[in-house]
Protein backbone atom coordinates (compact mmCIF):
# COMPACT_ATOMS: atom_id res chain seq x y z
CA UNK A 1 0.00 0.00 0.00
CA UNK A 2 1.24 3.50 -1.06
CA UNK A 3 2.35 5.97 1.55
CA UNK A 4 1.53 9.42 1.89
CA UNK A 5 2.73 12.37 3.47
CA UNK A 6 -0.41 15.37 4.10
CA UNK A 7 1.48 18.90 4.70
CA UNK A 8 0.35 21.82 5.92
CA UNK A 9 -3.09 20.62 6.89
CA UNK A 10 -5.25 22.63 9.46
CA UNK A 11 -5.79 19.55 11.73
CA UNK A 12 -8.83 19.44 13.64
CA UNK A 13 -8.42 15.87 15.89
CA UNK A 14 -10.92 16.53 18.47
CA UNK A 15 -10.65 13.14 20.06
CA UNK A 16 -6.34 14.67 21.36
CA UNK A 17 -7.34 18.21 21.59
CA UNK A 18 -5.82 19.13 18.52
CA UNK A 19 -6.95 22.50 16.44
CA UNK A 20 -3.33 23.23 14.89
CA UNK A 21 -1.76 23.38 11.47
CA UNK A 22 0.49 19.96 10.70
CA UNK A 23 1.53 17.18 8.91
CA UNK A 24 -0.04 13.83 8.41
CA UNK A 25 1.79 10.63 7.58
CA UNK A 26 0.10 7.58 6.47
CA UNK A 27 1.99 3.91 5.97
CA UNK A 28 0.34 0.05 5.63
CA UNK A 29 -3.44 1.57 6.17
CA UNK A 30 -2.33 3.63 9.39
CA UNK A 31 -1.54 7.07 10.63
CA UNK A 32 2.37 7.17 11.68
CA UNK A 33 4.43 9.69 13.60
CA UNK A 34 5.92 11.71 11.50
CA UNK A 35 9.59 13.89 11.81
CA UNK A 36 11.00 16.12 8.80
CA UNK A 37 13.13 14.08 6.60
CA UNK A 38 10.70 11.22 6.62
CA UNK A 39 9.99 10.48 2.35
CA UNK A 40 6.67 9.06 1.18
CA UNK A 41 5.76 7.80 -2.43
CA UNK A 42 3.15 10.90 -2.42
CA UNK A 43 3.16 14.01 -1.12
CA UNK A 44 0.19 16.29 -0.91
CA UNK A 45 -0.46 19.99 -0.31
CA UNK A 46 -3.23 20.51 1.83
CA UNK A 47 -2.29 24.34 2.67
CA UNK A 48 -5.78 25.91 2.98
CA UNK A 49 -7.57 22.30 3.63
CA UNK A 50 -8.86 21.37 6.96
CA UNK A 51 -7.99 17.70 7.53
CA UNK A 52 -10.32 15.60 10.30
CA UNK A 53 -10.59 12.31 10.92
CA UNK A 54 -13.35 10.00 8.96
CA UNK A 55 -16.89 10.37 9.97
CA UNK A 56 -18.81 7.32 11.19
CA UNK A 57 -22.83 7.76 10.40
CA UNK A 58 -24.56 5.47 13.07
CA UNK A 59 -27.83 5.13 11.10
CA UNK A 60 -27.60 4.54 7.49
CA UNK A 61 -29.93 2.55 5.04
CA UNK A 62 -27.89 1.25 1.95
CA UNK A 63 -30.79 -0.51 0.56
CA UNK A 64 -28.52 -3.81 -0.75
CA UNK A 65 -29.41 -6.45 -1.03
CA UNK A 66 -33.00 -6.37 -2.45
CA UNK A 67 -33.84 -2.88 -2.92
CA UNK A 68 -31.21 -1.58 -5.26
CA UNK A 69 -34.07 0.41 -7.11
CA UNK A 70 -33.38 3.18 -4.80
CA UNK A 71 -29.45 2.87 -4.20
CA UNK A 72 -26.86 0.13 -4.13
CA UNK A 73 -23.72 -0.05 -2.10
CA UNK A 74 -21.12 1.30 -4.54
CA UNK A 75 -23.66 4.36 -5.19
CA UNK A 76 -23.79 5.35 -1.16
CA UNK A 77 -20.50 4.38 -0.22
CA UNK A 78 -19.15 6.95 -2.81
CA UNK A 79 -21.83 9.32 -1.45
CA UNK A 80 -20.18 9.08 1.97
CA UNK A 81 -17.05 9.97 1.26
CA UNK A 82 -18.58 13.26 -0.30
CA UNK A 83 -20.02 14.02 2.64
CA UNK A 84 -17.02 13.64 5.45
CA UNK A 85 -18.14 9.49 6.24
CA UNK A 86 -14.95 6.60 5.65
CA UNK A 87 -17.82 4.52 7.98
CA UNK A 88 -21.50 3.70 7.53
CA UNK A 89 -23.24 1.43 9.86
CA UNK A 90 -25.73 0.29 8.09
CA UNK A 91 -29.49 -0.57 9.61
CA UNK A 92 -30.69 -4.09 9.17
CA UNK A 93 -33.53 -3.89 7.02
CA UNK A 94 -32.47 -4.94 3.77
CA UNK A 95 -33.76 -7.90 1.87
CA UNK A 96 -33.12 -10.41 3.12
CA UNK A 97 -32.39 -8.78 6.17
CA UNK A 98 -29.55 -9.09 8.63
CA UNK A 99 -30.18 -11.92 10.54
CA UNK A 100 -27.91 -14.43 8.99
CA UNK A 101 -23.97 -14.30 8.64
CA UNK A 102 -24.66 -14.88 4.50
CA UNK A 103 -26.27 -11.57 4.41
CA UNK A 104 -23.73 -10.33 6.25
CA UNK A 105 -20.80 -11.88 4.14
CA UNK A 106 -22.34 -10.82 1.18
CA UNK A 107 -22.86 -7.03 2.23
CA UNK A 108 -18.93 -7.51 2.95
CA UNK A 109 -18.14 -8.61 -0.47
CA UNK A 110 -20.50 -6.05 -1.91
CA UNK A 111 -18.29 -3.32 0.08
CA UNK A 112 -14.87 -5.03 -0.43
CA UNK A 113 -15.91 -4.75 -4.60
CA UNK A 114 -17.45 -1.47 -4.23
CA UNK A 115 -14.44 0.23 -2.51
CA UNK A 116 -15.18 4.03 -1.02
CA UNK A 117 -16.90 4.08 2.66
CA UNK A 118 -16.56 1.29 4.80
CA UNK A 119 -19.64 -0.67 5.54
CA UNK A 120 -20.37 -2.06 9.38
CA UNK A 121 -24.00 -3.93 9.57
CA UNK A 122 -26.36 -3.65 12.45
CA UNK A 123 -27.57 -7.20 12.65
CA UNK A 124 -31.45 -7.70 13.38
CA UNK A 125 -32.53 -8.38 16.73
CA UNK A 126 -35.52 -10.80 15.59
CA UNK A 127 -35.22 -13.08 12.62
CA UNK A 128 -36.82 -11.15 9.40
CA UNK A 129 -37.64 -8.21 11.79
CA UNK A 130 -40.91 -9.68 12.75
CA UNK A 131 -40.47 -8.99 16.46
CA UNK A 132 -41.03 -12.48 17.77
CA UNK A 133 -38.29 -14.88 17.57
CA UNK A 134 -34.67 -13.66 18.60
CA UNK A 135 -32.11 -13.68 15.82
CA UNK A 136 -28.45 -15.55 16.96
CA UNK A 137 -27.22 -11.92 17.70
CA UNK A 138 -23.66 -13.52 19.40
CA UNK A 139 -23.09 -15.34 15.93
CA UNK A 140 -23.78 -11.96 14.18
CA UNK A 141 -21.28 -10.50 16.30
CA UNK A 142 -18.94 -12.89 15.51
CA UNK A 143 -19.54 -12.31 11.68
CA UNK A 144 -18.66 -8.46 11.78
CA UNK A 145 -22.03 -6.65 13.20
CA UNK A 146 -21.48 -3.76 15.66
CA UNK A 147 -24.52 -3.93 17.50
CA UNK A 148 -28.24 -5.18 17.15
CA UNK A 149 -30.96 -3.36 16.06
CA UNK A 150 -34.91 -3.42 15.27
CA UNK A 151 -34.58 -1.06 12.37
CA UNK A 152 -38.01 0.57 12.46
CA UNK A 153 -40.15 -2.52 13.69
CA UNK A 154 -41.88 -2.94 16.71
CA UNK A 155 -41.13 -6.18 18.79
CA UNK A 156 -44.39 -8.51 19.30
CA UNK A 157 -44.11 -7.83 23.06
CA UNK A 158 -42.30 -6.28 26.28
CA UNK A 159 -41.50 -10.05 27.53
CA UNK A 160 -39.51 -10.43 24.08
CA UNK A 161 -37.63 -7.08 24.59
CA UNK A 162 -36.26 -7.98 27.85
CA UNK A 163 -35.34 -11.30 26.42
CA UNK A 164 -33.02 -9.89 24.30
CA UNK A 165 -31.69 -7.35 26.97
CA UNK A 166 -30.58 -10.36 28.83
CA UNK A 167 -29.27 -12.27 25.89
CA UNK A 168 -27.59 -9.50 24.84
CA UNK A 169 -25.90 -8.29 28.21
CA UNK A 170 -25.14 -12.21 28.88
CA UNK A 171 -23.10 -11.92 25.41
CA UNK A 172 -21.78 -7.77 25.49
CA UNK A 173 -23.90 -7.09 22.45
CA UNK A 174 -24.70 -3.27 22.51
CA UNK A 175 -28.10 -2.63 21.47
CA UNK A 176 -29.39 0.05 18.96
CA UNK A 177 -32.56 1.09 19.83
CA UNK A 178 -35.95 3.60 18.36
CA UNK A 179 -37.57 4.49 21.30
CA UNK A 180 -41.32 4.56 19.67
CA UNK A 181 -44.07 2.65 21.15
CA UNK A 182 -45.96 1.12 17.74
CA UNK A 183 -49.12 1.20 19.42
CA UNK A 184 -48.92 4.86 20.29
CA UNK A 185 -47.75 5.69 17.19
CA UNK A 186 -50.51 3.83 15.42
CA UNK A 187 -51.05 5.08 11.91
CA UNK A 188 -48.95 8.66 12.49
CA UNK A 189 -47.48 10.15 9.34
CA UNK A 190 -45.94 13.27 11.63
CA UNK A 191 -45.51 15.13 14.91
CA UNK A 192 -49.05 15.50 16.75
CA UNK A 193 -48.96 19.11 17.20
CA UNK A 194 -50.73 22.07 15.59
CA UNK A 195 -49.47 21.31 12.88
CA UNK A 196 -50.67 18.29 12.17
CA UNK A 197 -54.14 19.50 13.43
CA UNK A 198 -54.38 22.16 10.84
CA UNK A 199 -53.48 19.76 8.04
CA UNK A 200 -55.90 16.96 9.15
CA UNK A 201 -52.97 14.57 9.29
CA UNK A 202 -52.48 11.90 12.40
CA UNK A 203 -49.83 12.79 14.52
CA UNK A 204 -47.24 10.70 16.51
CA UNK A 205 -47.01 11.60 19.97
CA UNK A 206 -43.95 12.79 21.92
CA UNK A 207 -45.81 10.30 24.50
CA UNK A 208 -44.99 7.61 22.49
CA UNK A 209 -40.69 8.39 22.21
CA UNK A 210 -41.31 9.05 26.16
CA UNK A 211 -43.09 5.70 27.26
CA UNK A 212 -40.77 3.81 25.29
CA UNK A 213 -37.55 5.32 26.76
CA UNK A 214 -39.22 4.66 30.06
CA UNK A 215 -39.80 0.88 29.35
CA UNK A 216 -36.36 0.95 28.16
CA UNK A 217 -34.82 2.31 30.45
CA UNK A 218 -36.13 0.50 33.56
CA UNK A 219 -34.93 -2.81 31.60
CA UNK A 220 -31.94 -1.88 31.43
CA UNK A 221 -31.66 -1.20 35.02
CA UNK A 222 -32.47 -4.54 35.67
CA UNK A 223 -30.60 -6.32 32.62
CA UNK A 224 -27.54 -4.67 32.44
CA UNK A 225 -27.77 -4.50 28.88
CA UNK A 226 -25.72 -1.52 27.19
CA UNK A 227 -28.30 0.39 25.00
CA UNK A 228 -28.11 3.15 22.47
CA UNK A 229 -31.30 4.57 21.57
CA UNK A 230 -31.17 6.35 18.10
CA UNK A 231 -32.73 9.41 16.77
CA UNK A 232 -33.98 10.97 20.01
CA UNK A 233 -36.36 13.69 18.62
CA UNK A 234 -38.35 15.17 21.84
CA UNK A 235 -37.52 17.03 25.19
CA UNK A 236 -39.08 15.11 26.98
CA UNK A 237 -36.92 12.22 25.98
CA UNK A 238 -33.87 14.18 26.12
CA UNK A 239 -34.77 14.74 29.60
CA UNK A 240 -35.35 10.75 30.99
CA UNK A 241 -31.75 10.25 29.00
CA UNK A 242 -30.35 13.02 30.73
CA UNK A 243 -31.78 11.35 34.21
CA UNK A 244 -30.72 7.75 33.32
CA UNK A 245 -27.12 9.08 32.80
CA UNK A 246 -26.92 11.02 35.90
CA UNK A 247 -27.68 7.93 38.26
CA UNK A 248 -25.05 6.04 36.31
CA UNK A 249 -26.99 3.89 33.55
CA UNK A 250 -24.74 2.21 30.87
CA UNK A 251 -26.78 4.00 27.96
CA UNK A 252 -26.03 6.33 25.47
CA UNK A 253 -28.08 8.76 22.66
CA UNK A 254 -27.78 10.25 19.18
CA UNK A 255 -30.30 12.01 16.83
CA UNK A 256 -30.17 12.64 13.30
CA UNK A 257 -29.00 15.43 11.69
CA UNK A 258 -32.32 16.26 10.00
CA UNK A 259 -34.10 17.08 13.51
CA UNK A 260 -30.75 19.71 14.37
CA UNK A 261 -32.75 21.61 11.19
CA UNK A 262 -36.18 20.69 10.06
CA UNK A 263 -39.42 21.06 12.54
CA UNK A 264 -43.13 19.83 11.67
CA UNK A 265 -44.02 23.40 10.33
CA UNK A 266 -41.63 22.29 7.12
CA UNK A 267 -44.37 19.94 6.49
CA UNK A 268 -46.29 22.45 5.87
CA UNK A 269 -47.77 22.43 2.26
CA UNK A 270 -47.93 18.18 2.47
CA UNK A 271 -44.42 18.16 1.65
CA UNK A 272 -43.33 14.52 1.52
CA UNK A 273 -39.75 15.08 1.24
CA UNK A 274 -40.08 16.41 5.12
CA UNK A 275 -42.26 12.84 6.08
CA UNK A 276 -39.50 11.03 7.90
CA UNK A 277 -39.81 8.46 10.60
CA UNK A 278 -39.51 8.72 13.92
CA UNK A 279 -41.39 12.64 12.64
CA UNK A 280 -39.73 15.73 12.67
CA UNK A 281 -40.67 17.78 15.70
CA UNK A 282 -41.70 20.98 17.25
CA UNK A 283 -38.75 24.34 17.03
CA UNK A 284 -38.84 24.02 20.99
CA UNK A 285 -37.92 20.13 20.69
CA UNK A 286 -35.01 20.77 17.65
CA UNK A 287 -33.61 23.53 20.42
CA UNK A 288 -33.70 21.06 22.91
CA UNK A 289 -32.04 18.62 21.22
CA UNK A 290 -29.38 21.21 19.89
CA UNK A 291 -28.98 22.09 23.98
CA UNK A 292 -28.28 18.49 24.50
CA UNK A 293 -25.19 18.29 22.37
CA UNK A 294 -22.96 20.91 24.02
CA UNK A 295 -24.45 19.41 27.69
CA UNK A 296 -23.26 15.93 26.88
CA UNK A 297 -26.92 14.17 26.85
CA UNK A 298 -26.42 13.27 23.21
CA UNK A 299 -23.47 11.52 22.28
CA UNK A 300 -23.74 11.80 18.32
CA UNK A 301 -25.07 12.88 15.26
CA UNK A 302 -26.23 10.43 12.38
CA UNK A 303 -27.34 11.39 9.04
CA UNK A 304 -30.63 8.66 9.51
CA UNK A 305 -29.79 8.39 5.50
CA UNK A 306 -32.71 6.79 3.95
CA UNK A 307 -32.87 6.95 -0.39
CA UNK A 308 -35.54 6.56 -2.64
CA UNK A 309 -36.93 6.79 -6.28
CA UNK A 310 -38.46 9.52 -6.95
CA UNK A 311 -41.91 7.34 -7.12
CA UNK A 312 -41.45 6.86 -3.17
CA UNK A 313 -42.06 10.52 -2.79
CA UNK A 314 -44.81 11.27 -5.08
CA UNK A 315 -47.53 9.67 -3.55
CA UNK A 316 -50.07 11.63 -1.06
CA UNK A 317 -48.35 12.38 1.80
CA UNK A 318 -49.76 9.57 4.22
CA UNK A 319 -48.90 6.80 1.30
CA UNK A 320 -45.52 8.49 0.60
CA UNK A 321 -42.60 6.31 2.07
CA UNK A 322 -40.54 8.61 4.49
CA UNK A 323 -37.26 9.25 5.05
CA UNK A 324 -34.60 11.85 3.55
CA UNK A 325 -30.84 11.40 1.69
CA UNK A 326 -28.58 12.56 3.64
CA UNK A 327 -25.32 11.40 3.02
CA UNK A 328 -23.99 13.90 0.68
CA UNK A 329 -25.05 16.48 2.66
CA UNK A 330 -23.94 15.76 6.42
CA UNK A 331 -20.82 17.24 6.74
CA UNK A 332 -21.73 20.75 5.32
CA UNK A 333 -24.52 20.56 7.33
CA UNK A 334 -22.91 19.87 10.23
CA UNK A 335 -20.79 23.04 9.62
CA UNK A 336 -23.87 25.03 9.63
CA UNK A 337 -24.43 24.00 12.91
CA UNK A 338 -21.74 25.97 13.70
CA UNK A 339 -22.95 28.48 12.53
CA UNK A 340 -26.13 28.56 14.28
CA UNK A 341 -25.24 27.29 17.74
CA UNK A 342 -22.73 27.56 20.30
CA UNK A 343 -20.81 24.46 19.32
CA UNK A 344 -17.46 24.66 17.62
CA UNK A 345 -15.97 22.64 14.45
CA UNK A 346 -13.77 20.57 17.03
CA UNK A 347 -17.41 19.68 18.92
CA UNK A 348 -19.31 18.88 15.39
CA UNK A 349 -16.54 16.69 13.94
CA UNK A 350 -16.31 14.76 17.48
CA UNK A 351 -20.13 14.02 17.71
CA UNK A 352 -20.01 12.20 14.40
CA UNK A 353 -16.17 10.77 14.55
CA UNK A 354 -14.37 10.19 18.05
CA UNK A 355 -18.01 9.66 19.54
CA UNK A 356 -19.70 7.10 17.31
CA UNK A 357 -16.02 5.62 17.19
CA UNK A 358 -16.09 5.31 21.08
CA UNK A 359 -19.84 4.21 21.92
CA UNK A 360 -19.65 1.71 19.19
CA UNK A 361 -16.00 0.59 20.05
CA UNK A 362 -15.03 1.17 16.42
CA UNK A 363 -11.64 1.80 15.57
CA UNK A 364 -11.21 4.68 13.70
CA UNK A 365 -12.62 8.76 14.94
CA UNK A 366 -9.53 9.90 15.67
CA UNK A 367 -5.84 11.13 13.63
CA UNK A 368 -4.06 9.14 16.66
CA UNK A 369 -0.65 7.96 15.27
CA UNK A 370 -1.23 4.14 15.12
CA UNK A 371 -5.11 4.52 13.92
CA UNK A 372 -6.39 3.51 10.63
CA UNK A 373 -5.40 6.42 8.61
CA UNK A 374 -9.08 7.55 7.91
CA UNK A 375 -8.75 10.94 6.70
CA UNK A 376 -11.05 13.56 5.11
CA UNK A 377 -9.74 16.81 3.52
CA UNK A 378 -11.97 19.48 2.79
CA UNK A 379 -12.05 22.93 1.59
CA UNK A 380 -14.69 24.68 4.48
CA UNK A 381 -14.98 27.96 2.69
CA UNK A 382 -15.90 26.47 -0.64
CA UNK A 383 -19.66 27.56 -1.20
CA UNK A 384 -22.43 26.04 -2.63
CA UNK A 385 -26.15 25.80 -3.21
CA UNK A 386 -27.38 22.79 -2.50
CA UNK A 387 -28.53 20.52 -5.73
CA UNK A 388 -30.17 17.04 -4.96
CA UNK A 389 -29.75 16.17 -8.52
CA UNK A 390 -26.14 16.26 -8.11
CA UNK A 391 -25.87 14.24 -5.46
CA UNK A 392 -23.97 10.82 -5.22
CA UNK A 393 -25.88 8.88 -3.42
CA UNK A 394 -29.11 7.67 -6.07
CA UNK A 395 -31.66 9.09 -3.45
CA UNK A 396 -32.11 12.22 -4.61
CA UNK A 397 -34.89 13.03 -1.46
CA UNK A 398 -33.69 15.91 0.15
CA UNK A 399 -35.35 19.23 1.58
CA UNK A 400 -32.83 21.26 1.40
CA UNK A 401 -32.72 21.87 -2.17
CA UNK A 402 -31.39 25.56 -3.11
CA UNK A 403 -30.04 25.88 0.36
CA UNK A 404 -26.81 28.04 0.95
CA UNK A 405 -24.07 25.18 2.15
CA UNK A 406 -20.53 25.40 2.22
CA UNK A 407 -17.60 22.89 3.10
CA UNK A 408 -16.45 20.39 0.10
CA UNK A 409 -14.50 17.27 0.76
CA UNK A 410 -11.34 17.63 -1.59
CA UNK A 411 -9.72 13.97 -0.29
CA UNK A 412 -10.93 11.32 1.39
CA UNK A 413 -8.54 8.15 2.88
CA UNK A 414 -9.97 4.70 3.90
CA UNK A 415 -7.76 2.37 5.78
CA UNK A 416 -5.03 4.51 3.87
CA UNK A 417 -6.39 4.28 0.43
CA UNK A 418 -6.80 7.58 -1.00
CA UNK A 419 -9.95 9.00 -2.97
CA UNK A 420 -9.26 12.27 -4.79
CA UNK A 421 -12.79 13.35 -5.04
CA UNK A 422 -12.74 15.92 -7.59
CA UNK A 423 -11.37 12.47 -10.03
CA UNK A 424 -13.61 9.36 -8.56
CA UNK A 425 -17.17 8.86 -10.18
CA UNK A 426 -19.15 5.41 -8.99
Request: charged share 20%; hydrophobic share 40%; glycine share 8%.
Amino acid sequence: MSTFLIRHAHIIDPANNIDAQGDLYIAHGKLQPFAEGMEAEYTLDATGLVAIPGLIDLYARLREPGQEKKATIASETLAALHGGITTLICSPDTDPVIDETATVELIHRRNDDAGFARVVPLAAMTQHLDGQQISELATLRDAGCVAASQADCALASVSTLRSIMEYAATFDIKLSMLAQDASLAGNGVMHEGLTSTRMGLVGVPVVAETVALSMILELAWQTGAAIHFSRITSARGLALIRDAKAQGLNITADTSINHLFLTDKNVTGFNSLCHTQPPLRSAEDRQALRDALSDGTLDAICTDHAPHDPDAKLAPFPASEPGISGLDTFLPLLLRLVDETPLSVSDVIRLASAGPAQLMGLDGGTLTPGAVADVVLLDPTDNFTCDPHAFRSKGHNSPYEGSPLKGVVKHAFVSGQHYPLSQVEG
